[in-house]
Nanobody, 122 residues
Framework: QVQLMESGGGLVQAGGSLRLSCAAS????????MGWFRQAPGKEREFVAA????????FYADSVKGRFTVSSDNAKNTVYLQMNNLEPEDTAVYYC???????????????WGQGTQVTVSS
């Protein structure tokens, strides 16, 4: 099992930036990919971005493409989500997840963090 802990959320004005971090511990060698998902109030959890364990491949939801960048530092067992040009619609709890398949689908991610709140004011 992989344990995940997100940090870096907060309140930011529209157009601003935040960088989320996700520190992994435990059986980190068992994961093939890391993903970021988000859940806004009253909405289902949705895919944001994913990165392979090697860091060589990334994939983004259309809604964040060009604004968000996912990266990893394997020496630190940490994955990052750099979020630029934030919009009020980006307001949500952001979760990182570890999975065995490089995918945008939640069912392939078996370990989840507790989430970090991101609030973007207009």
């Amino acid at each position: 099992q992989v344990q995940l802990m997100e940090s870096g959320g907060g309140l930011v004005q529209a157009g601003g930036s935040l960088r989320l971090s996700c520190a992994a511990s435990g059986r980190t060698f068992s994961r093939s990919a890391m993903g970021w998902f988000r859940q806004a109030p009253g909405k289902e959890r949705e895919f944001v971005a994913a990165i392979t364990s090697s860091g060589g491949n990334t994939f983004y939801a259309d809604s964040v493409k060009g604004r968000f960048t996912v990266s990893s530092d394997n020496a630190k067992n940490t994955v990052y989500l750099q979020m630029n040009n934030l919009e009020p619609e980006d307001t949500a709890v952001y979760y990182c997840a570890a999975g065995v398949v490089f995918s945008s689908q939640r069912r392939y991610f078996s370990s989840w963090g507790q989430g970090t709140q991101v609030t973007v004011s207009s």
